[in-house]
């Protein structure tokens, strides 16, 4: 019994009796008479019941180019209902981004800067030269113009972020490439090459884009409290929603319901009245740092600036700010609460306000505030057009087959590579630490699967089975190493065996990792939970579990063949 | 089947030359190859595609009704196919849009218990079609590279890949006969045969060139040895299969898991032309890049 003591003090094996402790530990098995079996472990929607929904966001990035003076005329004509004349044009230059550039333009009807100032181009001002003749400066940035030119005519929200290549437009619908080029062929203008030669256009969004996509959908359906829908980006594109234990059609209600925003205006203690709702917010900024403040802007739609003016000022709000808070509500949840800033008071009482700041403080807090206000504002109003490309339903009582129906083929499948083993060695000192081994790989992947709270699907049971699979095929060629001649060889051999066993191993198991890694980085939900499984799975197989065999098969061996031996002695003296 | 078999098969490749050895695999790798060329050539891909790449609703519920009368009540929707799979029915429809998918699968979940549906976008389907693609063909450079880092000696190494490359091509020419659909979990199989095919051949390989001892028994040691590996693994498979596709001859409720099944399947045609490829093709060009006279004196110690 020495022989097991040693055993013990071999790192090989203390590492792999902590790993293993500590997977039982992280799966957390336990049996109640209510709930039957219960673990740790997250069961996928194909084992749990539920319904997917995937979806792709639709949009494209390009670098463009048009020529300013065109598309002012291009927006600003079918305003007025006349033709203009370009005077002068400070926007085409280097400086593309700067804004205090202006453009210049006459046109011989009179025109009003409140209907230029609705088409959002910049700061406007009017003059009127004589009878006949209208001046008009339009002080904005090419790159604004460009944007807002594709804005309206593709009826998009349109962004710009600069790469430090330029502008890039990202366009939050889908069009084609060609549909671009006809648009800026109008304005003078092309869709732009990059160095190499190729169309600076692509397809999707920007990884912001869909990041913002998914945490605004994470903020809307996880308002509802229902359950915890968990909200996954796949690929560059796309965005998968599990609804566990919800019905598809459920599912897609909810997905469609857009989320209830609401202003509301303290009257009288805790009463308050009602402004505006969420579609009265026509868009939506980005958090930006200013006056020492971190603040998210929006505008109002005319209808809900009107009314905020009019109700701030029969509340009184005008005067008093900081008796009259002005309080948000994403479905009755109060989001954000702060009274009206002096400035804002005061221009209330001449003119209503479209553009609005929620100011939130001037801290990391105050940041992640900003941000959070920002996704809330939305109401669950996605930023770019998204459409359904796939969807998936499985009712729980199928599920709770299907995991019972993989426990079995699992058992089964145990039962019969342990058949095909005895059946080659005929030595239950091989089988059982071999068996022992390949269950203990199980148990360290689920035990990591509930560690990392990796979903438990039918994928990563195939997964499980692919790795134990070649460890099994690994342990069959330690065995065979060692055995080389029939029975155990001294030390030194064997351990010079086991390097070249693992010299095998090591090579297959690297054919395996690298086999499986490209689904990891790609596209697909259903693979990737399969590629990790198998690749953790041989991963711990190979630097935990199958040294550990080694060592443990050696001991076994030796006892058996001293145990042969004598028995052999005492039969040759009888 | 272990013993028997391996001694059947080392005595073959005893008693035949190289030349011999290679044929029977390389005929078998030119057919399967010609059956899948055929295919593409005359509907425009090597395998039929899967519902998941093609888009289109996949519906199964649990119904002692016939596919018949399924089709006969779904007729109003783009329905391809319903057939039989144990105690349930599984119905293939077409493209719909968003309002007649609604529909369908209000009335589905409305009327039948134990629903599964399976919903793809055709242009989803068309992606995800291009990535199972560019998935295979990395994995199987990647492994190709793996190997050729392993033994740095380009002949051995591109027997090796030649073996996984006509187990793949083999398998996928066994699922086009039998009509097996390329899907996401057939395509989960592919890419285990390319881990599970080189561990053999690695085995072989690595004992031939760094060991020492007479060809002959280099071989038919790998031999015993790979041929367990391989058999424990078809054992697992076999039952696998068994389970996922008749569960209901053990337990008459339970259904059918189609991604356990099609891994399984295919994975069982892979391993089966893995033995031919591994102990005819690989032992074949590997014996005679061995015995070559120039390099008997270097290996052949």
Do not use: C
């Amino acid at each position: 019994m020495s022989d097991a003591k040693s055993l013990f003090k071999n790192v090989r094996v203390i590492i792999f009796i902590i790993a293993l402790l500590a997977s039982i530990i992280a799966i957390h098995p336990g049996y109640s008479s209510g709930e039957g079996t219960t673990s740790n472990l997250n069961y996928g929607l194909d084992l749990e019941g539920g319904s997917w929904l995937q979806i792709k966001l639709q949009g494209a990035l390009v670098q463009v180019d048009a020529d300013s003076g065109m598309i002012v005329s291009e927006m600003v004509e079918p305003v007025i209902g006349a033709p203009i004349t370009i005077t002068e044009n400070k926007l085409e230059g280097n400086n593309l981004s700067e804004t205090d550039n202006s453009i210049t333009f006459t046109t011989d009807v009179p025109v009003s800067s409140s209907e230029l100032e609705l088409l959002e181009l910049g700061r406007v001002s009017v003059d009127r030269l004589d009878q006949d003749t209208t001046q008009v400066t339009i002080f904005t940035s090419k790159e604004s113009l460009i944007r807002l030119y594709l804005a309206s005519s593709l009826d998009s929200e349109v962004v710009t972020f600069d790469d430090g290549e330029g502008p890039v437009y990202e366009i939050r619908t889908a069009v084609s490439e060609e549909e671009l080029e006809a648009l800026m062929v109008k304005v003078g203008g092309s869709v732009l090459m990059n160095e190499d030669g190729t169309s600076s256009y692509t397809e999707g969004v920007s990884v912001q884009t869909r990041d913002l996509t998914r945490d605004i959908l994470n903020d809307k359906l996880n308002a509802l409290g229902l359950k915890d829908i968990p909200v996954r980006t796949v690929g560059d594109d796309y965005i998968l929603i599990d609804f566990a234990g919800i019905d598809l059609a459920t599912a897609k209600d909810i997905a469609e319901k857009p989320g209830k925003f609401e202003i509301r205006i303290n009257t009288t203690g805790t009463e308050t009245r009602h402004v505006l709702y969420g579609d009265s917010i026509v868009s939506v900024g980005i958090p930006g740092f200013h006056d020492n403040q971190w603040n998210t802007p929006f505008v109002l739609d005319e209808e809900g600036a009107l009314a905020l003016q009019k109700i701030a000022i029969e509340t009184g709000a005008v005067d008093n700010p900081n008796a009259h808070y002005l309080t948000m509500y994403l479905d009755e949840n109060v989001v954000y609460s702060a009274p009206l800033s002096y400035s804002a008071a005061t221009q209330l009482k001449e003119s209503p306000i479209y553009s609005w700041q929620a100011s939130t403080g001037g801290d990391e807090e105050a940041k992640a505030q900003a941000q959070a206000l920002q996704i809330h504002l939305r109401a669950g109003a996605l930023p770019v057009n998204v459409v359904l490309v796939g969807s998936g339903h499985v009712d729980a009582a199928l599920g709770e087959q299907f995991k019972t129906e993989a426990l079995i083929a699992g058992l089964f499948s145990l039962l019969a590579v342990a058949g095909v083993i005895f059946r080659r060695y005929r030595r239950p000192e091989i089988l059982i630490p071999m068996i022992g081994t390949s269950i203990s790989e199980v148990i360290m992947i689920l035990g990591v699967a509930a560690a990392i709270g990796w979903q438990m699907d039918l994928a990563a049971i195939a997964g499980i089975i692919a790795a134990i699979g070649t460890g099994i095929d690994h342990l069959v060629i330690i065995t065979d190493e060692v055995l080389y001649e029939g029975k155990l060889p001294p030390t030194k051999v064997f351990l010079s065996r086991i390097g070249k066993a693992f010299g095998i191993i090591f090579g297959a198991a690297a054919t395996t990792i690298i086999a499986m890694s490209p689904l990891v980085f790609m596209g697909f939900g259903a693979l990737k939970g399969f590629a990790i499984t198998t690749i953790i799975g041989v991963f711990i197989g190979v630097v935990i579990a199958r040294p550990v065999y080694g060592v443990v098969i050696k001991e076994m061996l030796e006892a058996s063949e001293a145990s042969a031996a004598r028995k052999g002695e005492i039969s040759a003296d009888e | 089947m272990a013993t028997g078999f391996t001694d059947f098969l080392d005595s073959f490749v005893k008693s035949h030359d190289n030349r011999q050895l290679l044929a029977i695999p390389l005929a078998v790798f030119a057919v399967s190859l010609a059956i899948l060329l055929v295919s593409f050539a005359s509907s425009g891909s090597p395998l039929p595609l899967g519902m998941e790449f093609q888009g289109g609703t996949q519906i199964s519920v649990a119904t002692t009704d016939s596919p018949a009368v399924l089709e006969e009540l779904y007729s109003n929707y783009p329905i391809m196919d319903a057939r039989q799979a144990g105690n349930r029915v599984i119905m293939q429809f077409g493209v719909m849009n968003n309002e007649e998918q609604r529909q369908l699968e209000d009335d589905v979940i409305g009327r039948y218990s134990n629903v599964e549906i399976k919903q793809i976008g055709p242009v989803y389907g068309k992606d995800l079609q291009v990535q199972a693609l560019q998935a295979l063909a990395i994995s199987f450079i990647g492994m190709a590279i793996v190997v050729f880092l392993i033994f740095r000696s380009p002949v051995p190494s591109f027997a090796v890949v030649l073996s996984a490359l006509s187990d793949i091509i083999i398998a996928a020419a066994f699922m086009r006969i039998a009509g097996i659909e390329l899907s996401l979990g057939t395509v989960a199989a592919l890419l285990m045969l390319i881990g599970y095919s080189v561990d053999s051949d690695i085995l072989l390989t690595n004992r031939v060139l760094k060991r020492r001892g007479t060809v002959e028994e280099k071989i038919s040691r790998a031999m015993q040895t790979g041929i367990t590996m391989t058999s424990t693994t078809l054992a697992a498979l076999v039952v696998m299969y068994v389970v996922s596709t008749f569960p209901y001859l053990i337990i008459p409720s339970f259904t059918q898991i189609t991604l356990l099944s099609q891994i399984s399947g295919v994975l069982i045609i892979g391993l089966a032309a893995d033995l031919m490829n591994t102990w005819l093709l690989n032992t074949g060009i590997l014996r005679w890049y061995v015995l070559k006279p120039e390099f008997s004196g270097r290996f052949n110690r």
